[in-house]
């Protein structure tokens, strides 16, 4: 499709989408304007590989207790890692606390509002510094995700977006159709979106349901493909190593605080104790627990 193609068939498809999601996106707390752009970014560190059902009531019990970035920033490891309770991959919350310390220290506890600034944040890259502009701050730049590659190739080329890193000619469709205005810009982005994660969904789309449904060309090429869009198997959880460390951080983090975990406890976790010994040594790389010379475990007491 050519630009000019791709920009006159999107007006009337962000028209239709527009109206879709006004009609019916989900009420999470961190949308329309109910936030602060910390919260819009911490929103999105935690909905990073994780549903957004699951994120809400942690994202509200995380917002109670550290509202802001200088909250966040002065508070013990071992609460921030408990808070993150069963989230996954839980290296994200010592990043999101390192974030926070940059934001108190050097931004004054406001985030800093252009793209070079955010991603030289601990721990945001490319898409989060895109969210918070287009969300929080209601900038104009294209959002790229896995729900918005999916969307925009299904409707606009008529192909699967096969996952992996976002390829130029993604980049470049994302960039194209994006609304001129600032206003409807950030709408398409959202509804845009969301249309991915309801509706447009990788292995069962709900096509009877899509509000563009009329306009898709992967719809009208009868959905050659579907569903294909991993580049490589995925990952079984049960028995590998994010068990392991799973395991062992709920242990610890089910203690009183300031406590330890002996090393015999340590040692009832997981039967495979090379698996064990070498799991706990990655997670005492990543900050996420200290060890002690007699080999029990605690979360770090900063």
Known sequence: MKAQDAFDANAEVALRLGAWWEANARDLPWRFG???????????VMSQQTQMSRVVPYWQSWMERWPDARALADAPKAEVITAWGRL??????????????AVAGQYADELPQTYDALTALPGIGDYTASAVLSFAFGRRIAVIDTNIRRVLSRVFVGTESRGGAASAAERALANRVLPKDVKRSVTWNQ???ELGAVVCTAKNPLCDACPIAHDCAFLKAG?????????????????????????????????????????????????DHGQLAACVASLDDDGLIEIAKDGSLSLPQG
């Open 34 to 44: 109910r936030t602060t752009p910390w919260g819009v970014l911490v929103s999105e």
């Open 88 to 101: 996954g991959y839980p290296r994200r919350a010592l990043r999101l606390q390192e974030c926070a310390q």
């Open 191 to 193: 509804s845009v979106m």
């Open 223 to 271: 959905r050659p493909g579907l569903g294909e869009k991993r580049t490589r198997p995925r990952q079984r959880f049960q028995g590998t190593d994010r068990q392991v460390r799973g395991l062992v951080l709920a242990a610890l983090r089910a203690l009183p605080a300031g406590t330890s975990l002996e090393r015999s406890k340590v040692e009832q976790l997981w039967k």
